[in-house]
């Protein structure tokens, strides 16, 4: 290969040799690894991987994701480097009952319009280990990243190929391929491997879990190579050409090509036989070699999967059905009234430590006073209505990774003198009456903002890492600073005016004890880098009841701009407004997250904590959806009877494409969609000049995209 002069290549130059650099070099560690057979001597892989470096220098926005420099011993000293998926990796629902796989079925069923007799769906165990994402170009392994938050994880390339059980190169695949699986250890190697542990005087690991995760996240891959880690795939994300029609094919075809696939993988007709394979891999599960923590089933067909689609972050077209947990007895030791940032009082129960599948457990949420007294959220009982009491014993599990639950209470056990537990009327922090509105499970403390703990709290979850991020303002610096006198911040838009007012006569920061003037001057620029914001991200930060990130990012995508949806709050105080039906018709939002927005923007105390806040920022806008699709940012209206698809089914299409669906035609209706039967809504549309097809209009305007 004639090799030009690194700083004479252009960019085009140089992206096709750091790709052919990635390719050689992937192959060469591959050779030297798997087969011990090396195909270039190690000085031509040392000039090699110095040319490559040569390169990325002299461009660096042209460094690969999987550039050989990040590669076997080479690992970043801070940690792994970040990696975004092509295709998000989704998480799943879950089911706990019989009657909830039946649900889950018809709902499938009823999205599709067509009897659920018809579909067929796959039923395989749910692996308790963790995700993997492995990317495969021209059949050569490139990269493997764990699942981080479903967007970005991390770069664990190097340590992937430490594991037998993963393909470094395939034949006969698709260009693009993206596998996903789970990576896993068994009871056996676990036992071994906390044995050599102990024996080394290193910590053993709680669960084979933990044990598979802390061994593929290490940044020495030689380390990883050393431990025995094994990997199930089960799905795929990118790919240039589909793998198969069918689910099952597509497993099928994996395993061919050389991945691990699970034996208990059935086609099941129905939710019938879904559940009779659930009870076989129940009744499997104590003799596995590894650890499951249910049953994960999926619709077969692919082209319905596709039509199926997502919500949030979920499959519509999947759904994971959990075995019960492990139930352990222990003594409550005392309840504790939590405050949170909406004001919710949270009883927690205070537990004689006790281990629950490998975790020591010693608090439990006991959720509301209604649950403390044997009744759930409609009233019913639960725990055959019992109560519980400080002083019981009561049985706690861990439902997923979540805080461990109270299950049941043995009353046989009770003291005489234990006394049904009082839930306290006022705000344990602040004093202020602690009332239930009707319909709320939950008492809530009225202060608002005089309550120093939903202050806190609020203040806590804006500088947290999903929402502003600011280096340096924990929870721990919130509560000083909430607490300091002259420098205090008591609401958001103090954290944007701090720097300011230190630069006044009063304040110093770095004269308070804990700082000094290194530490305040990176405060207040990290502070600084955090004026200007996304439009989702701030929404979310604010803490606004029932405003979670997902629910955020929505209503981001629909306004794109603060401006614009500032201007709709306002328009949408009135229930019967069109700027209240628009917001209720975002797909993902109902009547009480639309209600609780409505809400805070017209709450004159709240609304001018927010413009306070938003005078110091630069919002930027959201990206919007899909929006290069004919129909993106367009208001489009369904009527009359569709006949190839369901309403919820077009809905939802439509807004996988960046258009709005309104249930009624105005001024603002850009398309009419109408099938058989429509009536006043498309003679209004004729009315109004609006753009009007049928249903096979919309769904040639579609197709493809
Ligand atoms: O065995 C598993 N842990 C497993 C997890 C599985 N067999 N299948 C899965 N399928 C999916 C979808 C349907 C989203 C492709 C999964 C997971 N997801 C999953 N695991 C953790 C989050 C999501």
């Not at 024996?199 to 084979?208: D, L």
């Not at 990176?522 to 979310?540: D, H, N, P, Q, V």
């Not at 990012?553 to 039906?581: C, I, N, P, T």
């Not at 498309?682 to 753009?691: N, Q, Y």
Request: charged share 25%.
């Amino acid at each position: 290969m004639a090799e030009k002069d690194v700083n004479m290549l252009s960019l085009e130059e140089a992206a096709a040799e750091l790709a052919l650099l990635a390719q050689v070099l992937g192959a060469a560690n591959l050779a030297y690894h798997q087969d011990d057979a090396p195909e270039i001597s190690d000085s031509e892989y040392d000039r090699l991987k110095r040319r490559n470096a040569a390169i990325e220098a002299q461009y660096p926005s042209l460094k690969r994701a999987d550039s050989p420099s990040e590669q076997v011993g080479a690992a970043p000293a801070e940690g792994f480097s970040k990696v975004i998926h092509a295709q998000r990796m989704l998480s799943l629902g879950n089911a706990f009952e019989d009657s909830e796989v039946e649900e889950f079925a018809q709902r499938v069923a009823k999205f599709l319009g067509v009897q659920d007799a018809g579909l067929s769906f796959t039923a395989e165990p749910k692996i308790d280990g963790l995700s993997l994402s492995l990317r495969y170009e021209n059949g050569i392994l490139v990269q493997a990243a764990t699942r981080g938050d479903g967007e970005t994880g991390e770069n664990v390339t190097a340590n992937a190929r430490m594991i037998d059980s993963i393909p470094q190169q395939l034949q006969a695949v698709p260009e693009l391929l993206e596998v996903r699986g789970e990576v896993y250890m068994s009871h056996a190697d676990f036992e071994n491997l906390n044995s050599e542990q102990a024996e080394k005087g290193a910590k053993p690991f709680a669960n084979p879990r933990n044990a598979a995760a802390g061994s593929l996240r290490q940044l020495d891959a030689n380390i990883t190579k050393t431990r025995p880690l094994e990997f199930f795939a089960y799905a795929w994300g990118a790919v240039s050409e589909p793998l198969a029609e069918t689910q099952m094919g597509a497993i099928e075809r994996l395993g061919a090509l050389g991945f691990v696939t699970n034996p208990l993988t059935k086609l099941c007709a129905g939710a019938e036989e879904m559940i009779a394979q659930y009870r076989v891999i129940e009744a499997k599960r104590a003799t596995l070699p590894y650890d499951i923590d249910g049953v994960v089933y999926k619709v077969n067909a692919l082209d319905l999967q596709e039509r199926l689609g997502f919500r949030a972050t979920t499959p519509r077209w999947a759904i994971a059905h959990k075995f019960p947990a492990e139930l352990v007895w222990t003594r409550l030791e005392a309840i504790d009234i939590q405050v949170g940032r909406t004001g919710a009082l949270s009883p927690v129960a205070r537990l004689t430590p006790v281990t629950v599948g490998g975790v020591v457990v010693s608090n439990a949420t006991l959720h509301n006073e209604d649950y403390i007294l044997g009744r759930d959220n409609k009233g019913e009982e639960i725990r055959g209505g019992k109560d519980i009491r400080i002083g019981d014993w009561v049985q706690v599990y861990r439902a997923g990774d979540v805080i461990p639950k109270v299950a049941d209470v043995d009353l046989s056990k009770r003291d005489e003198s234990a006394a049904p537990y009082v839930f306290p009327t006022v705000c344990p922090e602040c004093g202020s009456a602690a009332v239930r509105e009707e319909g709320d499970a939950v008492r809530r403390c009225t202060g608002g903002l005089i309550c120093p703990a939903q202050a806190v709290e609020k203040l806590k979850h804006f500088v947290s890492r999903k929402a502003f991020d600011i280096d340096g303002l924990g929870a721990k610096q919130i509560e000083m600073f909430y607490a300091d006198e002259v420098l205090s911040i008591r609401e958001p838009a103090d954290i944007f005016t701090l720097a300011k007012r230190d630069a006044g006569e009063l304040g110093k920061l770095k004269n308070r004890e804990g700082w000094g003037s290194r530490s305040a001057e990176k405060l207040f620029e990290a502070i600084e880098s955090k004026r200007e914001i996304g439009f989702g991200r701030l929404l979310f930060a604010l803490g606004i009841r029932h405003i979670g990130e997902q629910v955020a990012k929505l209503v981001a995508a629909h306004y794109v701009s603060w401006g614009r949806f500032r201007e709709a709050m306002d328009a949408a105080q009135g229930e019967r407004s069109e700027a209240w039906q628009e917001l209720l018709n975002i797909d993902g939002i109902g009547e009480v997250v639309a209600r609780a927005l409505v809400t805070a923007f017209g709450q004159t105390h709240e609304r001018e904590g927010i413009e306070r806040l938003v005078s110091e920022l630069i919002v930027v806008d959201a990206a919007q959806a899909a929006s290069d699709s004919p129909v993106a940012g367009k208001t489009l209206v369904f009527t009359g009877t569709l006949e190839k698809m369901t309403r919820a089914e077009a809905k939802a299409r439509a807004e996988a494409l960046g258009a709005k669906v309104s249930g009624s035609v105005s001024a603002k209706t850009d398309l009419l969609i109408a099938g058989p039967g429509a009536g006043s809504k498309a003679k209004k549309a004729a009315d109004l000049g609006i753009e009007t097809i049928d249903e096979d209009g919309w769904i040639s305007l579609v197709a493809g995209l």
